[in-house]
Structures are given as structure tokens and as C-alpha cells.
């Protein structure tokens, strides 16, 4: 069995061999007999509609490179009339009234969107059991064994995995699409902050919040990425530069490319298995010609702990709207309205969330600011110097996407540090605000895949893009599909 | 550092959360865990160093004072657990 890529379908429906109605259908059947657990809600009809609306362009002549594919959303973003839960029972009715800019940029270059995928509540996870709406299954789980996919994009990474779409869209504030990315075989990028608009992405931690693609090959995440990205005067913190075609310098050789090797990611805590994965994925570079030199992060220890001060404090404050009044749940019986309020939230809103939100409270709460949270902003600035630094003497950076491989179902849910630790390599970047991506590097001797970790300065994502797109064209980890995909006709039929 | 329980209840007053007398401890022990992760930052002298918001430093845009969205009341309000003429309804807050 082979993996679909955005690029073949794209070609294929260029070609006329197949149509968006009947690719958006064949997917559409494949998830309706799927047991991943992988999408929250899937709306045929309207993705029907916008396949029969992207056949009806493309007879017109119209192209666009995705003009017809079908893909799956996370559903963090709204869509104007779909449900859109962010993984919480306090939103469980909630039909959004408005759709999110990356999406809606996305169907104006003729995405079809195929459903919602399953995440951690409002992306406060690594293993998508925060989930209201059950866990996800990782398409590489061996029989007997549940995995979890990683998370908090969990669903978005499991469903394009299982095959059930070509390709999906996550959100990253610390790790969320790379370090599931990592856990089920598929290249993630998370794009410098502020690239894709955040406007009807329901927030977690507005500094840090990102959207990107999760897709099988790099190529396919410059398309993707092609089609998500661009200013939005509605979010405030979107960046006004000039727009970029991501598979321009996929091709360019990176003979001479220079690769730091942060001596920090690869201390204590990394399984040694991943360690000699990731030299083997860095050996590959050197073949390639590039130059590789150990360099130092040395505050890249302080990211965890700055991290879980500033994410929950912007989590506290962003999930204050969730009050019962003007959307979602609200609580059956109450005696008055601050009544009213916490019976909605306590019921509306899981452990990890509500852990989440106290801490928040807590380190803004009054005496605690400048110790809290502005310590965290203050080490956030020493993090990102750090990186400053070293790019001044490399290209990209590379290590492990995460620590270890795909845990079972249960198995850290008692332990929310231990949970966290799943991030440790993911979230530096994130604090920075720099673009990064997890690609495919092999498997360890249990057959579960691991990802290698490249992170570039400020708005490199054509380079970040160009060096994950040399490495799979001289290795073939990304091509290996789950023994939990769906059988394939698309291929056949195209 | 340990939270007792008096401090978890505080915390989920200020959040508008209730937390069962049941689960306090399990809440002060966890939180009480993510506050110990998180002093590891008291280590690291910070004195001279401007906090960071944006990473490209980067101040909110301002626009000019139109208009650019339209009325979408009855659209907004029909997603409302309560509403009626055109308002949310609420418990009563003043007698």
C-alpha cells in the first residue's frame, strides 16, 4: 500500500482522471468506516457541494493546484454553520457564525473540506485524551495495543495517517502539530507566528497559537501551506508580508547548508533509540553536503517552565468568554447568575483544562503577575536570544521532535509534568515564534515512527520547506503507510 | 511548592470553577506540581531584560474608526442558550 499526496491528486484531477466528487466521495465512505475515532463531525453534504462546485470550475477551465482535493479540518477553526467544538463539551452545540480566515482562504482556492477532526479540549494535550469526544486511535497501533496519536492535533494527524484524507490542518502552541506529526509518520509545520491568521481559530494561547499543514510529504505541505497563509486585517497580530509561492526553492540543492545540532536535544530523557535515528537522519544531510556543528541553546531548559506560566495565563483569560451566556452549554439549574457561571464551567470543561485555567488564574491573580508571568516573558526574550545566536552561524537547526515514540492510551494520564514532557523539544520555537516542521526519519525496532525535528529563523518556512523536501527525496520513511490505512481505491480509480 | 486546599478553592473562585471538596487534594497536588516545574525560572537573573509579547516585537496595528462589520444580531443570538427581543437573558442581577 502507497500514500496519496496532495501532488498526485492534484495532477490526477488536472488530468481529468478523477473528480473532486468522486474523490471527496471514496473519502467520505472511508471515514464512515474507519474506527479511529478520528473526526467529531463530518458534514457530506457540504462537502459534496463544494466538490460538485470544484468539478463545475475545473470544466470551466478554471485550475488551482488544490482546486477539488478534499481535506480535514481540526476542528478548532470555525466554519459558518458547522459544528465546531474544539474538543470540549461546553461547545458540543456550538454552530459557528462565521468561518476562520485560513479556512475560508483555503476554500476560496477550492479545498474541499471533508470534516472536523478530534483534538485535546481547546488543544490543552499530547495524546488527545483531554478530548470530550473519546480518544483517537494512531493508525500504527499494533493489534492489542492502543496508541495514542500524539496531540493536541491527534485526529488531524491520525485520520491523514489512516488515509481517510489526503491531508489535514493543525494547530501548533507548543508542539501540537509536530509532536503528533512525529507519532504517526507525517510531516507537520508549524509556520512562524503570525503567518496564518488566528482570526475563528478558537484561541488557546494567542502568542503563541499557529496554524499549519499536516500532510504525508513536504511537498505537499508547501501546497497546503500555499493555500492558508496571507495578512488578515481581523487578527491583530497577523503579519503583513509579502505573499510567497512555498514550492518555488523545493528543488534547490542544499549542498553547503549549514546544520546546528543543539547539544540540549539531545540530553537526558531522549530514548537513545531516537538519538541514533536522528544521527542517522543527520548522516543523510552530510551525504547530501551539508555542514553539520554542535551548537548551544543554553536557556533552552527554561522553556518548559516559562511555557506552563505564559500558555496558561493566556488560557485563563481567553477561556473567560466561555460563560454560558451568548454560546455553548449552559448549565440546567442555577440560583444566580456567578452560580450560573461555575456550574456551566465546571461542567462544561475537562480536568486538563480546568488545571489549566487555575494556574493561569493563579499566576495572574494579584502579587503574582510580575513573578509569574512577566518572569516568563522576561526568560521567553533570553529563548529567543538564544536562537538569534546560533542562526547567525547556521542555516536550520535539527534534533528530535519528541523524546519518545507513541505511548498507550492511559499511560501518562495521571501524571500532567510527566504528559508535558512530551513537548520539551517542540515548545523553544514555539516561544520564539519560528517556523519548524517534524518529518518522517525511520522507525525504531517496534515499528513506531519518529520525527526528526528542523527548526529555521523568522519567515524561512521556503527554506525549512526546501530541506525537508531534499531529505525525502533520498529516503523513503514518508512513503510508508499504517497498518491501520484504509484500503486504497482512490489510487487505482486515478 | 504546596498549595493547601484553601489556596485551590481561592484559585477556583477567581476561575469560576467548582471544585468538589472531594478533589481538592488531587487538584493541590497537581497544581501544585506544575507550580513546582515552573520555579525553575526564579533560578535565572532577569534584571535588564524587557519582557517579550510578540516575537517580532511587533505593536497592535490601529485602523481607522469605520464601520466594517454589519448588524448580524439575529444570526449571533440564535447560537445564545437564552435570548429574547434581542437580548441575553440572564439571572436576575439587581433587585
Avoid at chain 1, 491528486?9 to 472511508?30: F, H, I, N, P
Avoid at chain 1, 439549574?333 to 493563579?362: C, H, N, P, Q, W
Avoid at chain 2, 505593536?59 to 435570548?83: C, V, W
Wanted: glycine share 8%.
Amino acid at each position: 500500500m502507497t500514500i496519496i499526496t496532495l501532488a498526485q491528486l492534484s495532477a490526477d484531477l488536472d488530468a481529468g482522471k478523477v473528480s473532486s466528487t468522486e474523490l471527496t466521495q471514496e473519502y467520505l465512505q472511508r471515514i464512515d468506516a474507519s474506527e479511529h475515532n478520528a473526526f467529531i463531525s463530518v458534514d457530506q453534504e457540504l462537502a459534496l457541494t463544494r466538490a460538485k462546485d470544484a468539478d463545475a470550475k475545473r470544466a470551466n477551465g478554471e485550475s488551482s493546484p488544490l482546486l477539488g482535493v478534499p481535506i480535514a479540518q481540526k476542528d478548532i477553526f470555525c466554519i459558518d454553520g458547522t459544528q465546531t467544538t474544539c474538543g470540549s463539551k461546553i461547545l458540543e452545540n456550538f454552530i459557528a457564525p462565521y468561518t476562520a480566515t485560513v479556512v475560508s482562504n483555503m476554500h476560496d482556492h477550492g479545498v474541499v473540506s471533508l470534516g472536523k477532526t478530534n483534538m485535546d479540549e481547546f488543544a490543552m494535550g499530547s495524546s488527545n485524551e483531554t478530548s470530550h469526544y473519546g480518544n483517537v486511535v494512531n493508525p500504527w497501533s499494533s493489534k492489542g495495543a492502543t496508541l495514542v496519536p500524539g496531540g493536541s492535533s491527534g485526529g488531524s494527524a491520525a485520520a491523514v495517517s489512516a488515509q481517510l484524507a489526503p491531508a489535514a490542518t493543525g494547530t501548533d502552541t507548543g508542539g501540537s502539530i509536530r509532536q503528533p506529526a512525529a507519532f504517526c509518520n507525517l510531516t507537520g509545520i508549524k509556520p512562524s507566528y503570525g503567518r496564518c491568521s488566528r482570526y475563528g481559530m478558537i484561541a488557546f494561547a494567542s502568542s503563541l497559537d499557529q496554524a499549519g499543514p499536516m500532510t504525508h510529504t513536504a511537498e505537499d505541505a508547501a501546497m497546503l501551506l500555499n493555500t492558508m497563509v496571507g495578512f488578515d486585517s481581523k487578527d491583530s497580530t497577523s503579519l503583513d508580508v509579502p505573499a510567497e509561492d512555498y514550492t518555488t526553492q523545493l528543488n534547490d540543492s542544499i549542498e553547503g547548508l549549514n546544520i546546528g545540532l543543539p547539544k540540549e536535544f539531545f540530553g537526558e530523557g531522549l530514548k537513545p533509540e531516537i538519538a541514533t535515528l536522528i544521527e542517522r537522519a543527520v548522516k543523510e544531510y552530510e551525504s547530501l553536503g551539508a555542514n553539520i556543528k554542535e551548537v548551544s541553546l543554553p536557556n533552552s531548559h527554561l522553556a518548559l517552565p516559562s511555557y506552563y506560566v505564559i500558555a496558561p495565563a493566556e488560557a485563563s483569560s481567553n477561556l473567560s468568554r466561555f460563560d454560558g451566556v451568548r454560546y455553548g452549554y449552559r448549565t440546567e439549574e442555577y440560583t444566580d447568575l456567578v452560580d450560573m457561571y461555575t456550574k456551566t464551567r465546571s461542567e462544561g470543561f475537562g480536568d486538563e483544562v480546568k488545571r489549566r485555567i487555575m494556574i493561569g488564574a493563579y499566576a495572574l491573580s494579584s502579587g503574582y503577575y510580575d513573578a509569574y508571568y512577566s518572569k516568563a516573558q522576561k526568560l521567553r526574550r533570553l529563548i529567543a536570544n538564544d536562537f538569534n545566536d546560533v542562526f547567525k552561524e547556521c542555516d536550520v537547526l535539527m534534533g528530535p521532535t519528541t523524546p519518545s515514540t507513541a505511548f498507550s492510551a492511559g499511560s501518562n494520564s495521571d501524571d500532567p509534568v510527566a504528559m508535558y514532557l512530551n513537548d520539551i523539544y517542540t515548545i523553544p520555537a514555539n516561544l520564539a515564534g519560528l517556523p519548524a516542521a517534524s518529518i518522517q526519519a525511520g522507525f525504531t525496532s517496534a515499528g513506531l515512527p519518529i520525527g526528526l525535528h528542523i527548526i529555521a529563523p523568522y519567515l524561512q518556512e521556503s527554506k525549512l520547506l526546501n530541506v525537508a523536501h531534499q531529505y525525502q527525496k533520498v529516503t523513503d520513511w514518508h512513503t510508508l503507510s499504517a497498518p491501520g490505512a484504509s484500503a486504497h481505491n482512490v489510487g487505482e480509480k486515478a | 511548592m504546596a498549595l493547601d486546599n484553601e489556596t485551590v478553592h481561592i484559585i477556583a473562585r477567581l476561575a469560576r470553577l467548582n471544585i468538589d471538596d472531594s478533589e481538592l487534594e488531587k487538584y493541590g497536588s497537581e497544581l501544585s506540581n506544575i507550580l513546582n516545574l515552573v520555579e525553575q525560572m526564579e533560578a535565572v537573573d532577569t534584571s535588564g531584560v524587557e519582557p517579550m509579547t510578540h516575537p517580532f516585537d511587533a505593536t497592535l496595528r490601529m485602523r481607522a474608526d469605520e464601520i466594517s462589520e454589519g448588524n448580524q444580531r439575529e444570526k449571533f443570538q440564535a447560537i445564545a442558550p437564552s435570548s429574547e427581543n434581542g437580548l441575553y437573558l440572564v439571572p436576575k442581577v439587581i433587585d
